[in-house]
């Protein structure tokens, strides 16, 4: 399958100061990159999704770039909150055809208020 | 209304023990998967059906056997339960094979004693 790593594991930034939270993957054939936000004890929750043909997408304070040639995308957060403080998974999707989604092991972001 | 919705949230078991996980959506999906949420947070696909159909089985022990009466539901039945299997299981959906957006279950944690 897939194989996508995610770096940093843990993140501590000053309330609004920035953060960026980067993913490489490996099968040239994904097209489908989501971010999933998971706060303590809850489900992951779809943040912002970016598909192979676009460079770039924002929403308010979240984008997500994506570099297909080197295989890597990015999360940025601006002007952070102490309630952006969770766990951060990217994702990669299977090959074209299948939908399955392979996660990023995840980034601990925490706002210092 | 919950849109995915697993039960039961919490199973403490004994090892050798025979348990099972429900989970149901109502939003219409054609797709319903199962991921392994480990204690270091890492998620990890399971199986995934599309319209009762088994599509992926990523390489997950013949203990695991998941169950889909139809659509709307994806069971997940655990045999001879081991320690390594404690873990908070999630259940998903997304609207088909080539649409993406996943929705996630509020998670079973298992632990097995």
């Known amino acids: 399958g897939e194989n996508v790593e995610q770096h940093p594991s843990t993140l501590s930034v000053q309330e609004g100061d920035s953060a960026v939270i980067k993913c490489t993957y490996s099968d040239s054939a994904s097209n489908y990159f989501p971010w999933y936000k998971q706060e303590l004890g809850k489900r992951p929750q779809l943040i912002i999704d970016i598909r192979s043909n676009v460079g770039e997408k924002k929403d308010q304070r979240i984008a997500v770039t994506l570099n297909k040639t080197a295989k890597h995308f990015s999360l940025h957060i601006t002007e952070t909150q102490p309630e952006d403080s969770a766990v951060y998974f990217c994702?990669?999707?299977?090959?074209?055809?299948?939908?399955?989604?392979?996660f990023g092991t995840g980034t601990r972001l925490t706002v210092i208020p | 209304d919950t849109a995915v919705s697993q039960t039961p949230k919490y199973l403490v078991t004994q090892m050798g023990n025979d348990k099972s996980i429900k989970c149901e959506q109502n939003?219409?999906?054609?797709?319903m998967y199962w991921y392994k949420q480990d204690s270091k947070k890492f998620l990890k696909i399971m199986f995934s059906?599309?319209?009762?159909?088994?599509?992926i089985n990523e390489t997950v022990p013949n203990r695991f056997s998941p169950k889909s009466p139809d659509k709307a539901h994806l069971n997940l039945h655990i045999n001879s339960l081991e320690l390594g299997d404690s873990a908070v299981y999630f259940c998903?959906?997304?609207?088909?094979?080539?649409?993406?957006?996943?929705?996630f279950g509020s998670g079973t944690r298992l632990t097995v004693v």
């Open positions: 994702a990669a999707s299977m090959r074209a055809g299948a939908n399955n989604l392979f």
């Open positions: 939003l219409g999906h054609d797709t």
């Open positions: 998903a959906s997304s609207p088909g094979v080539l649409d993406y957006g996943y929705t």
């Open positions: 059906y599309n319209n009762k159909e088994l599509i």
